[in-house]
């Protein structure tokens, strides 16, 4: 109901203050297509990746490696390589992560995981490149330190609040 | 990223000649498969959601949830508040991030930025701009409409489920973040803004 509702209340207040909603819709739905058609060489390569890491062994030995440092941090170990990709490469993040939830199912504790960190977390690295570089900063002082303890923050309380928050 | 799809190309092989029981190449062949069937089923959700951010965008109603951030930023942003217009960006850059509007949110985010560093003439990141960009990269996002569209595409029940751990993690991620950056300023001291410091703690209480 959230959704919908949501809909209807902002194209009702945007008709109230004479928008042409339909024609805002139709054009920022021509925006989204063009965002897939960006995406998808990045998904096909990525994609491509991850199924050879996986059916290598290669995900499967790394996780196993880095697994106890993950249980202690209370991440599920099998997202692993999403943690470890998201602050670098936001399409390999969506390829990890719907790899993720494809494989154990977009409604489990893994595939859960996976979507709240993605949904809450950001590029890091890109995003700090791109800001200071548009601005010609060089020295980032603090900026990376901080910005990787608020991701490995969003990691963890992603995997507790998909544990433990009724949806 | 070239040197990333290496690192992950050579991993795959040295790991799969170590197993000798997998067939990449089929593996290979079934991931680009996968990323075209993702990207069909992702496109009516993302379609319908950009078009939904358009309807924001002329509605007017980014514009008032920016005016109404505007104070609240204005606590952390001592220094850019001083200047309408790195206020504006900034805080166009915030709500266009808590709306979900990516592409509106980098262009504003990035004004700001360079405003802010015309301001201070330095080539070292201030600590405003430290906080700008920890805000950035922690995402705080209502609607976090590609992920919902992902869940959506591979059959969960219900998207937007995901919605209030989304909302408590970045909340938590985004706290942190400032947090530390709070932290690392008293520590480091920070290359010659002493003073513009001695204000901001000022502004921050």
Redesign the interface.
Known sequence: M??PG??LA??A??LG?R?D?YD??????????E??KA??PA????????????????TE?LTRLLAPAAVWLGIPPETLALVLIR???GS?A??V???L??VH???SLI??TA??????????FY??S???A??????????I???L??????FV??SL??RY?P? | MSYLWVCMLALSLFCGLLHGSADLGRAAMDGAGKAVTLCVSLTGSLCLWSGFAAVLERSGLQAGLSRLLAPVLGRLYPTARRDEATMGALSGNVTANLLGLGSAATPLGIEAVRRMQAQSGSDAASDEMCRLVVMNTASIQLLPTTVAALRGSLGAASPFDILPAVWVTSLLSVSAGLLAADLFRRVSGGPGDGRSKREEVRGMN
């Open positions: 959230l959704i949501l809909l902002v194209s207040l945007a203050r928008v909603v805002a819709l139709l054009t920022g739905g021509k925006r989204g297509l965002l897939v995406i998808l998904l096909v390569m990525l994609l491509t990746a991850v199924e050879l890491l996986r059916a290598s062994g290669a030995a602050p670098l490469s390999a969506l390829a992560g719907a790899d939830m494809a199912g977009p409604d595939g859960r979507a709240i960190m993605l949904g809450s977390t950001e590029t890091t995003t700090i791109v800001y200071f548009a601005a010609g900063v060089k020295k980032t002082r603090y900026a330190p901080a910005a303890i608020a991701d490995l923050t969003g309380a992603a609040t998909a928050l949806s």
